[in-house]
């Protein structure tokens, strides 16, 4: 099931600012259209600078961020079924396969290369009995590069040693909550701005 992300401001000075506009014509629709796509572009931006943090990213969560402006209320979010976690932290559990694959080497995390993208048979199971871990993918027979150098001679080398760990294998892993969706000094200062950008149109009629 989808989950969206919603921000909901309880601030005196913001409410107050907004109700103020409530009698001018169309002003309290643009404050709020345009405070949204103010939250939306800091939270895409929040997210793409995870990408080299905590590895790879398909950007569909950044894409997947919309909004909807409603009367008195501007609703920033995503209805992708992973938005709150990413945002809020947990628990996640595997639905449909037995465990969840933690990739071990650094490239596999980077590039988000899944077992599911590498050839069963360059992979063995080795089950482990530890409390959350139920076994591990290791490398099946060693990974060699063959490459050409500059005299035009190829070299060999290893690249990945057989009975290296690339996936462990657990019941369940805890998400860190990284929010994303804020409504920060930065975006309320915004909001005000834009709140008295509003009030100046229209006393110049």
Same mark, same amino acid.
Do not use: C
């Given at each position: 099931?989808?989950?969206?992300?919603?921000? &909901?401001?309880?601030?005196?000075?913001?409410?107050?600012?907004?109700?103020?506009?409530?009698?001018?014509? *169309?002003?309290? @629709?643009? $404050?709020?259209?345009?405070?949204?796509?103010?939250?939306?572009?800091?939270?895409?931006?929040? %997210?793409?600078?995870?990408?080299?943090?905590?590895?790879?990213?398909?950007?569909?969560?950044?894409?997947?961020?919309?909004?909807?402006?409603?009367?008195?209320?501007?609703?920033? *979010?995503?209805? %992708?079924?992973?938005?709150?976690?990413?945002?809020?932290?947990?628990?996640?559990?595997?639905?449909?396969?037995?465990? /969840?694959?933690?990739?071990?080497?650094?490239? %596999?995390?980077?590039?988000?290369?899944?077992? @599911? &993208? /590498?050839?069963?048979?360059?992979?063995?199971?080795?089950?482990?009995?530890?409390?959350?871990?139920?076994?591990? %993918?290791?490398?099946? =027979?060693? @990974? $060699?590069? !063959?490459?050409?150098?500059?005299?035009?001679?190829?070299?060999?080398?290893?690249?990945?040693?057989?009975?290296?760990?690339?996936?462990?294998?657990?019941?369940?892993?805890?998400?860190?909550?990284?929010?994303?969706?804020?409504?920060?000094? !930065?975006?309320?200062?915004?909001?005000?701005? !834009?709140?008295?950008? !509003?009030? =100046?149109?229209?006393?110049?009629?």
């Amino acid at each position: 099931m989808a989950v969206a992300i919603r921000i &909901d401001v309880d601030e005196r000075a913001v409410r107050r600012a907004l109700l103020r506009l409530m009698h001018l014509d *169309g002003a309290l @629709r643009r $404050v709020l259209q345009r405070s949204g796509l103010f939250i939306r572009r800091a939270a895409v931006r929040r %997210l793409r600078e995870r990408r080299g943090r905590f590895g790879a990213s398909s950007g569909r969560l950044a894409q997947s961020l919309a909004i909807r402006i409603e009367p008195t209320a501007v609703a920033v *979010g995503s209805n %992708l079924a992973y938005a709150a976690i990413q945002h809020l932290g947990g628990i996640v559990v595997p639905r449909t396969v037995r465990a /969840l694959a933690i990739p071990m080497l650094r490239h %596999l995390a980077r590039r988000g290369v899944w077992p @599911r &993208d /590498l050839p069963r048979d360059s992979m063995r199971f080795v089950p482990v009995h530890a409390g959350n871990v139920v076994g591990k %993918l290791v490398r099946a =027979e060693d @990974r $060699v590069i !063959e490459t050409r150098g500059g005299n035009g001679k190829r070299r060999r080398r290893v690249a990945g040693k057989a009975g290296e760990t690339m996936y462990l294998l657990v019941r369940q892993s805890r998400i860190r909550g990284r929010p994303y969706l804020m409504f920060g000094a !930065e975006e309320r200062q915004f909001l005000l701005a !834009e709140t008295q950008r !509003e009030y =100046e149109r229209a006393a110049r009629g």
